[in-house]
């Protein structure tokens, strides 16, 4: 049950920060990261997420993503997106920060996105740093290319890399303003991520947590709702501001 506290905090906040993780694009049927099926079992995720993978095999892990964007481009963003895109138009100030890379959220409508893992429909240059949104990836005829001719590389965060500084500093700075703090469908394990939700609470924002199962901030949070965030979010929503 939404409580009125929460009702009433959101009606008057002027900033509102929402984190969300995989949980919330697992209802809309894309694996979590680990979850990998079949041939993929057999390799670790430093091989197939990390710059020493690419550099020893550029085609295995092309192969990979091509099959992670093939998974995205065949789901559609489920109510959860929807109903967090219908709050920021309510809230004078809203923040969406992700740790996803499946550009779902843009799909329904959300603009203030910070993506601190970067966008798996992005390639970036190896050589120049150009990103581009050409979704063409590597196959056994050949590794896409930037016009400069350095190798393509999907614009994403891999393992013994730093995120992105102007969104990561856009993170913090939200997550310490914000009146509102939801944390949503994310384990709140992965550093610095993680820790956006426990600086909300000291900086006094009212810190909520939606998901289907307790994670390493349940015990800090102000309020925790155990429920799929496509369920929870357009009540929430509704009963907020009545749309």
Same mark, same amino acid.
């Given at each position: ?26 209802? =809309? ?46 789901? =559609?963003?489920?109510?959860?997106? &929807? ?46 740093? +150009? ?9 056994? &005829? ?19 890399? =730093? ?29 610095? +991520? ?43 929503? &509704?009963?907020?501001?009545? =749309?």
């Amino acid at each position: 049950m939404i409580s009125n506290s929460l009702i009433s905090r959101m009606k008057q906040a002027r900033c509102i920060a929402v984190l969300t993780g995989s949980g919330i694009s697992a209802e =809309s049927g894309i694996p979590t990261f680990r979850g990998k099926q079949g041939l993929w079992k057999q390799y670790r995720p430093q091989e197939l997420a990390s710059n020493a993978g690419f550099i020893n095999d550029p085609e295995l892990v092309w192969e990979w993503y091509a099959m992670r964007r093939e998974i995205i481009g065949s789901v =559609s963003c489920n109510t959860g997106h &929807k109903a967090l895109a219908r709050m920021e138009d309510f809230v004078p100030e809203f923040w969406l920060i992700t740790q996803n890379v499946d550009g779902l959220h843009q799909q329904a409508g959300s603009k203030n996105v910070l993506e601190l893992h970067g966008n798996i429909m992005r390639n970036r240059c190896t050589v120049c740093g +150009a990103v581009s949104p050409d979704t063409s990836s590597g196959s056994s &005829k050949g590794l896409p290319t930037c016009p400069c001719g350095g190798l393509l590389r999907p614009d994403v965060v891999w393992f013994g890399e =730093s995120l992105p500084a102007d969104s990561l500093h856009l993170a913090f700075k939200a997550s310490k303003k914000c009146d509102v703090f939801l944390c949503i469908g994310t384990s709140a394990e992965v550093q610095p +991520a993680a820790s956006l939700p426990i600086i909300a609470k000291e900086s006094g924002a009212w810190v909520v947590e939606i998901n289907t199962e307790t994670t390493a901030v349940t015990s800090h949070v102000d309020e925790s709702f155990n429920k799929p965030a496509g369920q929870m979010l357009p009540g929430l929503v &509704k009963a907020v501001w009545g =749309s």
